[in-house]
């Protein structure tokens, strides 16, 4: 038995829940998966993973084992790369915020993969919450704040966020010239999918954040009908400068109230705190880093 290719078996069957999955993953016949794990079962003398048709869950010794297999297979993979002096390469599967990517990442990526030609990358695009594990993603590129105590975030920018509104808007409720003037306007409130519940507008006054709820008709989820319902003239928003950019260069919208910007959006990407980072998730994450710093 190949001591090494058991673990990465066991490793990704227990992240993916599935021996299917895990078998799509690693390229490998359901069959060979399920005779490698019988093995590695019986040589270590202990169940390490309970089946049921509905789903494969870990056992209290697979739970331990889990941590240790992923600690030294992160080892053996930097001390490979350490004396072998072999550029990273395997499928990276990343997923980002949709704008994020559109605007930042993709127009750069030809650079990425000219730098490292031998990483296959797999992107989804996103504005859900990703269970890294359960669904195999290895990073995801995030706006706002960090919540997730279970992953680990590197903050690679901070952008500056607008208040803005269409022309015809303005012209019918009149251009806010302070914070109490916008007791007499309407806003297009982001809703949050987990609560259900609206974020409030935002504003930097005297160094400190100030929180003021607009009333509005119309609640989304969703960048791109965020900022067109603002187009059409339904109310107010608050967005990152870099989404609106070319919007209020044309004449579709203008910023409003920029004596009191919104604080800036914080961007991170994230990974899980379980996790030994490999040497491919590591040189996505610095070209991020450096992607991000060349913007600024």
């Given at each position: 038995?190949?001591?090494?290719?058991?673990?990465?078996?066991?490793?990704?069957?227990?992240?993916?829940?599935?021996?299917?999955?895990?078998?799509?993953?690693?390229?490998?016949?359901?069959?060979?998966?399920t005779?490698?794990m019988?093995?590695?079962?019986?040589?270590?003398?202990?169940?390490?993973?309970?089946?049921?048709?509905?789903?494969?869950?870990?056992?209290?010794?697979?739970?331990a084992?889990?941590?240790?297999c992923?600690?030294?297979?992160?080892?053996?993979?930097?001390?490979?790369?350490?004396?072998?002096?072999?550029?990273?390469?395997?499928?990276?599967?990343?997923?980002?915020?949709g704008?994020?990517?559109?605007?930042?990442?993709?127009?750069?990526?030809?650079?990425?993969?000219?730098?490292?030609?031998?990483?296959?990358?797999?992107?989804?695009?996103?504005?859900?919450?990703?269970?890294?594990?359960?669904?195999?993603?290895?990073?995801v590129?995030?706006?706002?704040?960090?919540?997730?105590?279970?992953?680990?975030g590197?903050?690679?920018?901070?952008?500056?966020?607008?208040?803005?509104?269409?022309?015809?808007?303005?012209r019918?409720?009149?251009?806010?010239?302070?914070?109490?003037d916008?007791?007499?306007?309407?806003?297009?409130?982001?809703?949050?999918?987990?609560?259900?519940?609206?974020?409030?507008?935002?504003?930097?006054?005297d160094?400190?954040?100030?929180?003021?709820?607009?009333?509005?008709s119309?609640?989304?989820?969703?960048?791109?009908?965020?900022?067109?319902?603002?187009?059409a003239?339904?109310?107010?928003i608050?967005?990152?400068?870099?989404?609106?950019?070319v919007?209020?260069?044309?004449?579709?919208?203008?910023?409003?109230?920029?004596?009191?910007?919104?604080?800036?959006?914080?961007?991170?990407?994230?990974?899980?705190h379980?996790r030994?980072?490999?040497?491919?998730?590591?040189?996505?994450?610095?070209w991020?880093a450096?992607?991000?710093?060349?913007?600024?």
């Amino acid at each position: 038995m190949d001591q090494v290719k058991a673990m990465k078996v066991f490793v990704r069957i227990y992240e993916r829940s599935s021996f299917t999955q895990a078998a799509e993953d690693l390229a490998m016949p359901r069959a060979t998966i399920t005779h490698t794990m019988n093995q590695l079962e019986a040589w270590l003398g202990t169940r390490l993973l309970e089946r049921s048709t509905r789903r494969v869950k870990a056992t209290l010794d697979g739970e331990a084992y889990y941590a240790r297999c992923v600690h030294l297979l992160a080892e053996l993979e930097e001390a490979a790369q350490a004396f072998r002096s072999v550029a990273p390469k395997g499928r990276l599967r990343v997923d980002m915020h949709g704008t994020l990517g559109r605007h930042f990442v993709i127009p750069a990526l030809p650079d990425f993969l000219e730098r490292y030609p031998d990483i296959e990358l797999a992107i989804s695009e996103a504005d859900r919450f990703v269970d890294l594990i359960e669904e195999g993603v290895d990073c995801v590129l995030r706006a706002g704040s960090l919540g997730d105590s279970s992953l680990v975030g590197r903050r690679l920018a901070n952008l500056p966020q607008v208040t803005c509104a269409s022309p015809a808007y303005l012209r019918k409720f009149g251009v806010p010239e302070s914070l109490d003037d916008l007791a007499e306007h309407r806003a297009v409130n982001y809703q949050s999918k987990t609560t259900g519940r609206s974020f409030p507008f935002e504003f930097m006054v005297d160094g400190a954040v100030r929180e003021v709820d607009i009333g509005g008709s119309v609640a989304v989820f969703g960048a791109e009908i965020y900022t067109a319902s603002a187009i059409a003239g339904i109310g107010l928003i608050q967005v990152p400068r870099y989404r609106v950019a070319v919007q209020i260069e044309q004449g579709l919208l203008r910023e409003v109230l920029p004596e009191f910007p919104p604080p800036p959006m914080p961007v991170s990407v994230l990974y899980p705190h379980n996790r030994h980072m490999s040497p491919r998730v590591r040189v996505f994450v610095d070209w991020l880093a450096q992607r991000f710093s060349d913007e600024r």
